[in-house]
Structure formats: C-alpha cells, structure tokens
C-alpha cells in the first residue's frame, strides 16, 4: 500500500479546458493505469455516518414504500405476491447485499466516483464501462420523473391537511402537480450545486424525520391489528409471509423483484461520493452494506404493518384494490389514524414523511448522476464540459445542472405523451438497477479473478458472492422483462393497456433507454475515440491500492468527517510531481525519479 502525505498538494480544483469553474486536473491518461489524479471534489466532506444518510436517503424509504409495494402485491387489480409481499422485500435484499459486497470491494481498489463506469471499463473494457455508466445516468433521470410527479401531488396533499380548502384537488390535477414538480427539480439542483456537505446536513434532518415517522405508522397499524380493532379483512400476520412458497419464478418473483429491487436502489450514491469521503477506499464501502442491511430492517417491518392492516382484498383500503397500488399510504393513512386530533396530526406527518422523501431522493438521484458524468468526462468518455468543477462549491457544475434539465425535460415530455406512462417508470428503471448493478458484480468477479485463490475470504467476498449477485440479477431482468413486455401488463385507471407501439410501455422505456444509449456511445466513439481506444482509462487487474489518512484534517467538513486519503497506482503514475508515497505495510518510501515499488 501507499499513501501520499497531506501536504503533497494532489487534490486541487485545478482547472482544464480554460474554463471558468475548473475542472480535473490532468484529466485524460494519468500514464499507463490511465488514471486522473483529481477530478476536483472537495474530499474528506463525508464521514461513516453521513455516508450511510446519503445512502438511505437516496432509496427515499417512504416515498419508494408508497410508490412500490402496491405494485410488488398486486397489478391491475390482479394478486401478484400477495401476502408474500415481505418474502418479495426479503429475497431483493439478497441481490443487493451481493452487489453492494462488490461496491465495497471494488471501492477498496480504486474508489472514483464514476462507480460502475469506471470498474466495467478496468475489467471488460471501454464499451463496457461506457455502457455502465449510461445505465446509472438513465436510471437516475427516469426515475427523476416518478419523483417529480409523486413530490408535485404530495405538495397539494400535505397543503391540504393543513387546512387550506380545495388545495387538496390539485393533488390530481396534471398541470398544477407538473409546475410544483419541475420547481421541486430545480430546487434541488441548487442544492446539490452549492455543495456535498450542505446536501448532506439537508439528508440528516429528512432522513430522521422519515424514518421515524414509518415506525410510528408500522407500530400503530400493527397495534391495531393485534388489539382487534383494524379493520374486517384485516390479517394476523404469519411466518409464511416471509417465505416465497407458491409464488412462480417467471411470472410472479422476478416481475416483483424488479419492484422489490427499485426500493432498495439508491444506497449506492453513497459510493458515488467516494471521492468526497473521509476514507475512500474504505468508508464508502461500509456505508453501502450497512445502509442495506437497516432498509431491510425498515422495510421488513413496514411491509408486514402494511398487509395486515390493510390486507390484500379488492374492498375498501385492501392492497389488491388497484385504486390503492399507486400510493398505499395514502389509501390506508385516514382509516389507520383515524379523524382525531391525534389521527390528523399523524395523517399531516405521513403526508409530509412523502413529501420529503420524494424531495431529498430527488436530490440525491441528482448526486450520482452528476458525479457519473464527472467522471466519464474526466476520462474524455463524454464531452469535457461535464468535468467542470466549481471553484468555490467544488461541485461538478455542468454536470449537476444539465441533470436537472435534463431531468425536467423528460419529466414534461412523459406527462405531454399521457400522464399513465409515469406508471411504466418503476419497472423501467428496475431493468436499469438490474442492468448496472448486474454489471457491477461480474465486474468485480473478473477484476479480481487472478487473486481470488489466495484467501477463503476473498474467494467468497470478491468471487462468489459478487458472481451470484450478477447472475440473480441477470435472471430477473430477462424474466421481468419478459413480462413487462406483455400488452396488458399495466392498466391505466380507465383500464386501458400502457403501451408503446403495441409492446407492454415498462419494456419499452427500460430497453429504449439502452438503445438510446448505444446509439449515443458510438456517435461519441466517432467523434473522440481516444476513451474507446484504451488511451484513457484502460483495463487492467486489481493493481490499484488504497492510501490511508496521513496528517490532514479538513478544517470544513460535516462532524463525522476524518484524515483525507489519495489513492496512489503501484506504478506510481498518478503520484503528483515532488511527492512521497509510503508503504502503510513496510513503511518504505517511493518518489518518482527513486525508488519504484515491486511490480
């Protein structure tokens, strides 16, 4: 291992490209590894436990809950898991474990916030990585549009649980949920463009706020149910809900999973901000596997408060309603809590648990993105402009801003074609979650398959679990995409087909997203092949070490914020010029021009 000391000077804002706000400094090929020795980012911003915030926020629980579970449990009016709803929950968190595993592990050998982009290309090549990092890009601005539109109609909601007479319609008018929609967008595009660590304070209050709020709602449904006063079809919840028995592969779990899979999506923005950690190579990681394991938590219990309450039937609140799947809180809230005082105030703060959590995952969908692009543009993968970095803020600026009008754009765009296509959304950017995350863990099979023999545990962490995580996903989109693809998988309310040139509208967007994409990565390939070429970033094995935290504290920087680390190759190609590298094993010192570490 080696590490650079604080005072070496190797993260800079310097600028590239003569523009005002800098950008990577020696962006491009950093020499043979093909590195960029600073894209610019304001490090050791975020510590263990504003990683792990940042993470859980990014899945937005309440928001992700409401918009989802109806959808895992039942789809236009039909059974789908039923009951099994938490088994559902359950088996998409061993995927993400898996993959979340490989993040960790991958994170340890070179921690670059373009994430999936970045390890493709190391281990399969240019196109790959490319393809990877398109993958998070168009998850993040579909997803970008459900948000909008689910913060838009919540704002009315909660206005009007307020009190203010006839607001409360709005919440289902088009127009009106558009306008507040795009402000919500561009409210947090400034956010995230006026920096990390005012992102993050924001995700600390929003997070505790939603979480709490999901418990209150979980323990009064279930007190409810076991005191005998829920309602008629209200169930005792069993242990068999948490089994997947009787449910068929092909057309129950793996169309379920996809929607299972979207709740826990997000936890990896956490890693997307590696560079703006603590301690790269390591807080990231952990932050990752640690924010998986507490939603299952959240939504094990959750999702068992849900079913019972309200059980599965057609009647009234029941989940197979399909009036209730676009918004199961909504559709339980009132008959849950009651019209007291109590029940109002409680009604008033699940309203606003929605609200929030649709606005901080808009923020934080903005965050990976952003840094994505960041990165791909460093390593001339996609126009420079997008490296920009602001002087003041250290936030990419190009690359932050053009998300959110992109992100708007899309959002208009969908609402202009039919308002029902917004329901295609979820599943779409489950084939998309499935796609880049897939990737990621064969990635980090095949970046380390030379050392995977030398431990039990790295054959475990970094073979095993990594491989199957890919191939469970690999599974489920091939299967869910089958189903998605059928004509009448998703009814509108006037119980007419969501589709696009008669194919089920949820395989369209999601393949015609990667389609896009394709088409995009060759138009760049023939205009800037360097990136394609290997000139940039290269393949190469697992030949990246992690530096340690020397003798820099940051004077600015969130309370858990520690040492700032820099990553130095073996080959020394990205050590800054007249800086020292020590081996954290032996102790020993390198420069250029001196002593080179052993091959």
Not at 90 to 101: C, H, K, N
Not at 250 to 256: L, R, S, W
Not at 330 to 335: E, K, L, P, T, V
Not at 426 to 442: D, E, H, K, P, Q
């Amino acid at each position: 291992m080696t590490t650079v000391p604080a005072n070496s000077g190797s993260t800079s804002g310097g600028g590239a490209s003569g523009a005002s706000g800098s950008g990577p400094a020696g962006s491009g090929s950093g020499g043979s590894g093909g590195t960029v020795d600073s894209k610019g980012l304001k490090t050791g911003s975020l510590g263990l436990v504003s990683s792990i915030v940042v993470g859980m926020s990014s899945t937005a629980p309440a928001y992700s809950l409401a918009a989802s579970l109806g959808l895992i449990i039942a789809t236009g009016g039909t059974l789908l898991a039923g009951v099994k709803a938490p088994a559902i929950v359950l088996l998409a968190f061993i995927p993400m474990y898996f993959i979340a595993v490989s993040y960790q592990e991958l994170n340890k050998a070179e921690p670059d916030c373009g994430t999936t982009f970045t390890w493709a290309a190391r281990a399969f090549g240019a196109k790959t990585g490319w393809l990877g990092g398109w993958g998070i890009i168009a998850a993040d601005v579909i997803v970008m549009a459900n948000l909008a539109q689910i913060a838009g109609s919540y704002s009315f909601t909660f206005l009007g649980e307020l009190g203010i007479p006839g607001i409360a319609d709005l919440s289902t008018n088009t127009v009106a949920t558009t306008l507040v929609g795009v402000a919500w967008i561009a409210i947090m595009t400034f956010i995230c463009y006026r920096g990390i660590e005012v992102s993050a304070r924001l995700q600390y209050f929003l997070l505790g706020f939603e979480v709490i709020i999901l418990i209150v709602f979980a323990v009064f449904a279930l007190v409810r149910v076991y005191s005998g006063t829920a309602e008629s079809y209200s169930l005792i919840p069993q242990l068999d809900w948490f089994l997947p028995t009787g449910l068929d592969f092909g057309t129950i779990i793996a169309p379920a999973l996809l929607t299972g899979i979207f709740i826990y999506w997000g936890w990896d923005t956490a890693v997307a901000c590696n560079e703006e950690s603590d301690d790269p190579g390591k807080t990231p990681g952990r932050a990752a596997v640690i924010s998986t394991l507490l939603l299952l938590a959240t939504y094990g219990i959750v999702s068992v408060a849900t079913v019972a309450f309200a059980g599965v039937g057609t009647d009234g609140i029941g989940l197979g309603n399909p009036d209730n799947s676009a918004d199961v809180f909504s559709a339980i809230g009132s008959q849950l809590f009651g019209d007291s005082p109590i029940g109002v105030i409680l009604m008033l703060l699940l309203s606003a648990t929605i609200l929030t959590s649709a606005a901080a995952s808009t923020q934080t969908t903005i965050l990976p993105t952003a840094r994505t692009a960041l990165s791909m543009a460093a390593y001339k993968a996609i126009p420079e402009k997008f490296a920009r970095i602001h002087p003041k803020f250290l936030t990419p600026t190009w690359a932050t801003v053009a998300m959110g009008v992109i992100s708007v754009a899309f959002y208009l765009l969908f609402t202009f074609i039919s308002p029902s296509l917004l329901l295609a959304l979820i599943g779409s950017v489950g084939l998309m979650i499935a796609f880049y995350y897939g990737l990621t863990g064969y990635a980090c099979a095949w970046f380390y398959r030379k050392t995977l023999t030398t431990s039990f545990r790295n054959f475990i962490m970094r073979g095993v679990i990594p491989l199957l995580g890919g191939l469970i996903l690999t599974a489920v989109f091939i299967f869910g995409l089958y189903n998605y693809a059928q004509p009448d998988w998703l009814v509108d309310d006037d119980g007419n087909n969501v589709t696009i040139f008669g194919i089920g509208a949820v395989a369209v967007v999601g393949i015609g997203a990667m389609i896009i994409g394709a088409v995009l990565m060759v138009i760049w390939w023939l205009r800037a092949p360097d990136y394609f070429r290997g000139k940039t970033l290269e393949k190469r094995s697992d030949d990246l070490v992690l530096a340690q935290p020397d003798l820099f504290v940051p004077t600015l920087g969130l309370p858990d914020s520690g040492d700032r680390p820099v990553v130095i190759a073996p080959d020394l190609s990205n050590l800054p010029t007249g800086a020292i590298a020590v081996s954290t094993e032996t102790g020993e010192k390198f420069s250029k021009g001196g002593t080179t570490p052993p091959a």
